[in-house]
């Protein structure tokens, strides 16, 4: 079992920036790589970031490319999310989630083994 928690998340201005955090805890957790995903109201869950365990690759949805950076430390235990130049569309609960092995499928939900709970993330006008 990995638990995950996230947090960072809260409301800021469009052209503004928030470093969104995501613990972990249980299994090694340089044994997982690490995703982002984001929900809109009455939308998908959708991809937004993804890095391999040791930070050999990264991976982005085109709408965040140059905007978001994932990173990770796994003497911490946590992966980041930074996120800058935010636009009012970038409103979502940001949701980070750990797979054992997502080859070169990143980008899709059920690779992923364990889910946090979400954080909030608003972008006003």
């Known amino acids: 079992q990995v638990q995950l928690v996230e947090s960072g998340g809260g409301l800021v201005q469009a052209g503004g920036s928030l470093r969104l955090s995501c613990a972990a805890s249980g299994h090694t957790f340089s044994s997982y790589s690490m995703g982002w995903f984001r929900q809109a109201p009455g939308k998908d869950r959708d991809f937004v ?3 391999t365990r040791n ?29 800058n130049s935010l636009k009012p569309e970038d409103t979502a609960v940001y949701t980070c989630a750990a797979s054992a092995y997502f080859g070169g499928t990143y ?18 006008s």
């Open 107 to 124: 980008s899709a939900r059920w690779v992923y083994d364990y889910w946090g709970q979400g954080t909030q993330v608003t972008v006003s």
């Open 55 to 83: 930070t050999e690759a990264t991976y982005y949805a085109d709408s965040v490319k140059g905007r978001f950076t994932i990173s990770r430390d796994n003497v911490k235990n946590t992966v980041y999310l930074q996120m």
């Open 49 to 51: 970031a993804a890095i």
